[in-house]
């Protein structure tokens, strides 16, 4: 079974600094996606970046940033420039490719505080 | 159209009460799912459709009964809830071939049992 582990409850982060946090997962597939989820107070899981296994190269999204280390099974989210509306639970997510809608395996989550 | 709708936001109910939640996307996404989240926890996969047929069925108690009654609709119908299973309750879509894109996930159903 797939497992993901996020072994930083909470972090936090002085506005305009850089923050990682950090995922790792196991699984004995090849091919697979991961993903970065945010979850504010508002409650709606938003996507902020994905990576897909095969690519070697890492995936950007404006000031979002992943290292991805395929054969240590790591997968951090590096946040530059961090503003006040970063601030959120994030958790990191593991999909298989699927044919009949894919199950997403999270993991326990990050809590981020950016101070101003 | 790219949102997920879920209604109601908030609801409570009775341990002796029938409620349904209801959630809709017109984003073309033949893949639907509800989650079950715990305050700090992740989400827990509890159903999956595609192809409105269910596909996946996470060993949910009979007292969560979902259905998909087209492509754009799903509902989770509810009977004889414990207060165990207060907790929000996310609806998600996405392509199904495609689902390494992401999910799309509504804003949720924060659930009371009382």
């Known amino acids: 079974a797939q497992t993901v582990t996020q072994s930083q409850p909470e972090m936090s982060v002085q506005e305009a600094e850089t923050v990682t946090l950090s995922c790792t997962y196991d699984?004995?597939?090849?091919?697979?996606?991961l993903f970065w989820y945010k979850q504010p107070p508002s409650r709606q899981m938003i996507l902020v970046i994905r990576?897909?296994?095969?690519?070697?190269q890492n995936a950007t999204e404006n000031r979002f940033s992943v290292n991805f280390q395929k054969a240590a099974k790591s997968f951090s989210l590096k946040i530059s420039d961090s503003q006040l509306g970063d601030a959120a639970m994030y958790f990191c997510?593991?999909?298989?490719?699927?044919?009949?809608?894919?199950?997403?395996?999270f993991g326990e989550g990050t809590q981020l505080t950016v101070n101003p | 159209d790219t949102e997920v709708t879920q209604t109601p936001k908030h609801l409570v109910m009775g341990m002796t009460n029938k409620k349904s939640l209801k959630c809709e996307q017109h984003?073309?996404?033949?893949?639907m799912y509800w989650y079950k989240q715990k305050a700090k926890k992740p989400p827990e996969l509890m159903f999956v459709?595609?192809?409105?047929?269910?596909?996946i069925n996470e060993s949910v108690p009979s007292r969560f009964s979902p259905e998909c009654p087209n492509s754009s609709l799903l509902n989770l119908h509810l009977h004889a809830l414990q207060p165990e299973d207060s907790a929000l309750y996310l609806c998600?879509?996405?392509?199904?071939?495609?689902?390494?894109?992401?999910?799309?996930f509504g804003s949720g159903t924060r659930l009371t049992v009382v």
């Open positions: 998600a879509s996405s392509q199904v071939t495609g689902a390494g894109y992401g999910y799309t």
């Open positions: 699984t004995s597939e090849s091919d697979y996606y």
């Open positions: 990576q897909e296994a095969y690519k070697q």
């Open positions: 997510a593991y999909s298989l490719k699927e044919t009949s809608g894919s199950r997403l395996t």
């Open positions: 984003m073309g996404h033949r893949a």
């Open positions: 459709y595609s192809y409105e047929k269910l596909s």
